[in-house]
């Protein structure tokens, strides 16, 4: 089994050109792609059709191409799109392929890119932002994990998720209001449980610290791989899980980290060093060249301070405050890393500590560039 | 002769509950006080009037203890507030105060910030734009240099100036286009011929380069130290001028470089050395505790690219390219110096490369940190 | 007792030279003026710094002609700006004035403006948004209306109220919440509560039907004259009440009535219908005339719909609810009414019924046109 | 030959769902659609993607009805799609089908509404905003005309139009200026130049009068009836054209008007009035039942004031003009008729006088409804 990446830019969020260009020339198949990341230059809020906009482009371009309906597309690959491309952003996708059969044997030594897909069981409102939720987001992530024959925990370094936040209606809001136990079914808490979920499944925290109560109460609990977002109305999580494993093959490797701030410069060269990486000013042409994917998330800390001075970022009714944050981390890891195409998507409980959150990147091996 | 800088944060627009502490404190006069810049959290727009509102605080703070009334203070003290926020940026206020008499010996080899201001007479509507207004702009800056008893034009590191845009009538400017020379009396114009003047007055272009038709044409001429802003309803253009100079005491000096574009940290790093700073991972707590002011000027590419890759600033209906390009370099230069106290302004015609511009950095000398 | 009134443009926040001509040519004395209403051109929202403005420039203007500091100003006069002039609002300043002493023998018919100015006591955290606030709100106003010598609770027109939200702790809160009896000191509960207690006092609601479980649960109980603000940091409740009295003289009389929704033109019709204006298409000139101030309070359907039909003010994360809603009604009086001097505030709970709210409109009597 | 009409309410700009249910139903064949117009939930500026989703979600849904392929169908359909429903605006589409043969007699008073498309040639650069642009659209017009059998200039109700604005290099451009003509090839020349075209086209203004010298100069020159757009990248001009002709049946008939001013309530009941509705206060359900379409420009007034009074629509750098127009001028007619589903264009060069623009009203006829 082999990972293969492909990145292209994009000229608006309907553009696929370059991508179909790559399937008329057979450069990989249809039928191979496992999934398709991307930056779309929306708002990333609720009023955000760029994502649907690029998602119904590829349905369009993989439909033909894998002998179903567009609306069948999203049941073979997984899309995983963010709003927002503030400040030097480039619009960009990043398609990850999967070629082969599973490996019987492994390498000795050399770990490569592998990728797994998987999805939680539906939730039912009352479940989201409990440990409902976190069990079985940890439980699914736990089959993927096995499913791609890592060796260790910590070589799962990216669980990208789409978190379930079910409908529900006035009624039982209401009456679970005043049954004492209301719905947390919301974005927020959605998030919260899916990373505390992550956390559970790698060890990263222990059983015994979750329980109800510490979901956006205790945030000292988090996850240092999870990024995710959640989407009102899907009745599950879709999961998409990035780790090194000694049993596939191709030139890609995936490390992480966990940045303290969204200024964190340090914490940036610390995961460039796992890939061997020694960050240089200005940016190494062959490093650059080694870069394939670069996933962060960022906050605007709550506390309204960032390194002891006050930042205005939530006080601003003008903007929001997630996409100054995006627009700052975005800033900061272009200027270091010298690539403008950066996939930070915002709002991190319980993802790395408050104002900070974790970073990942993906790279073409040091041997192979 | 000896300039001093205190630097405070403020919780709002018009806080100077700090400046007000040191002023009845006497840690320096109100009479020695040159200038006061800052940044405040509007919008840096049209209708940002945050800029006002601390000014007038700074007005009611100055006026019983110079002896004035309210509205005289601002011909005794330079104010130049620039709004815009965005991301990390921490509201904050600068003071440069001058003590004592002039030197009439110099040092042999130390120099210090010198720090002048002045201003160029009223301009006529149709001379804004044009050499008339580079012309007496670059005289105006010359007699302040000749004030400083500075030794070399290198010596000159920042030029901060509010430009003019006298009021004209819609009949002066009907009549000027039909007689085949309309008006080029507008913001994007008298800070293009504010910085050219600067760079014909610090010979960085040379005087047969300029005519009236490279402005906002030739980018390729341009001022490295420039930082110019411009006010309609102003007459003539305010002049705030930072040198080193062998005549002056204290403990400040003065840097700048050229920033090839909004990630340049390589930039950052070059005017950093010059004032014997070299930059570490993560920043050096002692360089941070030199640091007293941090200038520059930001754009957002026009070509719509940055590092060949392209950006979405100027396509944004929602957000001004001017809050993104602030946003960036902000950020690059708070990460990079460890500090949220940066002075980011924008647009920047003529004020070095396309898509870059200038940096100065104020700080104290090694020897007394 | 005579009541008078004063409105003027602004040409921006801080520009009162208007009235500072009318003061300086004795149109009234600056210790007869009860309070100033205006719209400044911010964006309403939390750092909207043009109430500030325009506030610290009435305090220069008012403190010399009190013969007090300017930060006394505002015990003599109440203030009470509203930002965001959203389409075609005009920034403009009313100035409500009282002159004389208090009529000992009411008119036998005639009822004329009547301006009382209060304050609750302060308010303790746990109190915002409970009966205790309500209570005490209903004490304060039946206080004013009592000193303003109303016969008739419905005499009451208009009450504005900058509502109290006292500062607390991080610990405060925690305890609190702990407890089982969290904190609910906020904008919205405030402004709730100020709206209840108006409502008790006036008897539009009767005290039994009031209890904490009601405040911003049950909206059909609302106030019909109430417009309450909320201001984190004020521990009391600033009121200034308008009501039409007996005892009153002047040329100046108010009427209100209550919107359905923000664009029911015929709830604007009713009110000036109070008036004995029949409103016309195009509107009246001499209706015009007789207007002096129009305050309304807009909020966007929560149902997400308005007269069944889906609007997107929610959904939108690039502008505000607050603005939009505020810019519809303030379209729709202006339209009707003729005028673009419109005071039109945002969010409305227990203001009216949902997704509409009060509207009064003070006019110069019929006669006197 | 007879015209007839769909409105349908959407819930995202994606939503095809009510269109697909009546194709499916066969209240209409999709051959018949001439064209389908609607309002969706975006920006209405250049990174406003939701017009291009509800475009992408129509092909899809006419590709396999028509036999066509999707990227096909708008060769064979026209959609005119605009973005921006701020405030109570509620997205929507409407549909127009025509059925049957070309009549060859006449009715003898009853005159229906007639749709016809039409298109230019294509436009070299120099030709946009000039006289070029304006005789050639004139042509395309009057064709159009003469194909609907319409008896008379004044039954041409409304003529929406997506202009051309032709791509073209930096070096055409520079070389077009150098010679002394520059290009005025943008937005701002093409609509008006659209807009003088149909002026021009239905004798509204003189051909004596027209030049390419008047264009974006003399706005007492303008259309009432047009209503246009203009794309960068379109050659030619897309035309769609509502009229009234004896020739045609159904049950709809089209007026038209001119608003003085976006707050103008007296144009908009005098358009109603040409279609046999006096329009009550609060609206007549009669009335309401009849409105099918609603079709407005709106602009701020360039010069800043509205009535007399200033507004602020120019100096707000948070929110775009064109945003407060629509939502005045939008909240104007919702309030007036009683529907929000009113599509708000903006810009009006040479579209109504100065800070007006051109209404037009579609309904069921009355003695239809």
Known sequence: MKSRAFAFATRSPSDVAELARMLDDNVFAASDVVCILGKTEGNGGRNDFTRELAMTALEQLFAPRLGCRPEQVQERVIFSFSGGTEGVVSPHMLVLVKEGEPASVAHVSQKRLAVGIGRTRDFAPHEIGTMAQIQETARAIQTIVASLQVDDLADVHLVQMKGAIPHFS????????????????????????????????????????????????????????????????????????????????????????????????????????????????????????????????????????????????????????????????????????????????????????????????????????
């Open 170 to 369: 006035h009624e039982q809001a209401e009456a679970a209001r005043k049954a004492g136990k209301p719905f947390t079914c919301d974005m927020v808490y959605s998030r919260a449980a899916s990373a505390l979920g992550t956390a559970l499944a790698l060890d990263e925290v222990a059983a015994e610290a979750l329980s109800d109560q510490v979901v956006c109460q205790d945030y000292s609990l988090y996850s240092s791989v999870a990024s995710c977002s959640a989407k009102p109305g899907l009745a599950h999580t879709e999961i998409l899980l990035f780790a090194n494993s000694r049993y596939w093959d191709g030139d890609l490797e995936i490390q992480h980290g966990v940045l303290q701030d969204i200024l964190d410069v340090h914490g940036i060269h610390q995961v460039a060093a796992k890939l061997g990486m020694a960050l240089e000013v200005p940016p190494n042409p062959a490093h650059l060249a080694r870069l394939v994917g670069v996933f962060a998330k960022s906050e605007a800390d709550a506390s309204g301070q960032i390194r002891g001075q006050r930042h205005t970022m939530w006080s601003d009714d003008d903007i929001s405050d997630t996409r100054y944050s995006r627009c700052v981390l975005s800033s900061v890891l272009a200027s270091v890393l010298g690539t403008t195409r950066v996939y930070v998507s915002t709002r991190a409980e319980h993802h790395g500590p408050p104002g900070g959150g974790p970073l990942a990147i993906l790279a073409r091996c040091a041997s192979s560039s």
